[in-house]
């Protein structure tokens, strides 16, 4: 009868340190996710300051440099004055759009790719957007289809673009090379009018786990 209580209460001992440890498993999860989402969360805000302000002279402001209301590791860079949109069923840049790109597109990348944020920095997504007007003698699904690739061409001439403006500075090719993809979102996320649907947008993603501390704050 003494065996059978020692062994009883060993066994329930056991079962309060198993429940033991897993409770202080679990808090001490919950400590580091909270801790690993507060700091990727300020470095997203450190890199959005510095991107406004170093792009705000270039025409840029707080609603064409924003958060993602979809993503709080992720910024949009959207830019002004319609450059980057397109002309119906074209994938073409327009010259302002080439020109805006030759332009600025060295100053985006000294942002990203400096020693302060590019390893912080998980993905430069651009992304592809049309409108929603059919394709004639072709059914709606269909003209789903026809636009998604549009959109795909869209963000890839904006890529081929991109990285032949940084020819000849290695380091910010190198590292939008390794950084940079295109993304095509055919008709999803429309603007007010088709013409404003029609475009390219850039997508800056924060890594959710970034354990390389930041080297200076934005005064």
């Not at 202080?24 to 507060?38: C, E, N």
């Not at 890199?47 to 705000?56: I, N, P, S």
């Not at 403006?165 to 429309?190: H, I, M, N, P, V």
């Amino acid at each position: 009868m003494e065996d059978q209580s020692n062994s009883d209460h060993l066994n329930s001992s056991m079962t309060d340190l198993m429940t033991s440890l897993m409770v202080i498993f679990i808090l001490l999860l919950l400590v580091f996710v909270h801790r690993t989402a507060g700091k990727d969360a300020a470095v997203t805000d450190v890199l959005l300051k510095r991107l406004r302000y170093e792009m705000t002279p270039q025409g840029f402001s707080e609603q064409t440099i924003r958060p993602d209301p979809r993503d709080r590791n992720a910024i949009l860079v959207i830019v002004p004055d319609r450059l980057m949109n397109f002309q119906a069923g074209q994938s073409n840049l327009r010259p302002e759009g080439e020109t805006f790109l030759k332009k600025y597109i060295p100053d985006l990348a000294g942002v990203l790719c400096s020693d302060q944020f590019r390893s912080s920095i998980e993905s430069i997504e651009v992304e592809g957007h049309t409108d929603t007007q059919p394709y004639v003698g072709h059914s709606a699904e269909e003209s789903q289809g026809l636009n998604l690739k549009l959109s795909q061409d869209r963000s890839m001439v904006v890529v081929k673009n991109a990285l032949a403006d940084l020819s000849g500075t290695e380091t910010k090719r190198g590292c939008f090379l390794e950084k940079l993809s295109a993304s095509g979102r055919g008709e999803q996320d429309q603007e007010a009018t088709p013409d404003e649907s029609r475009r390219v947008i850039l997508k800056i993603r924060v890594k959710v786990v970034d354990a390389a501390p930041l080297r200076a704050e934005v005064q």
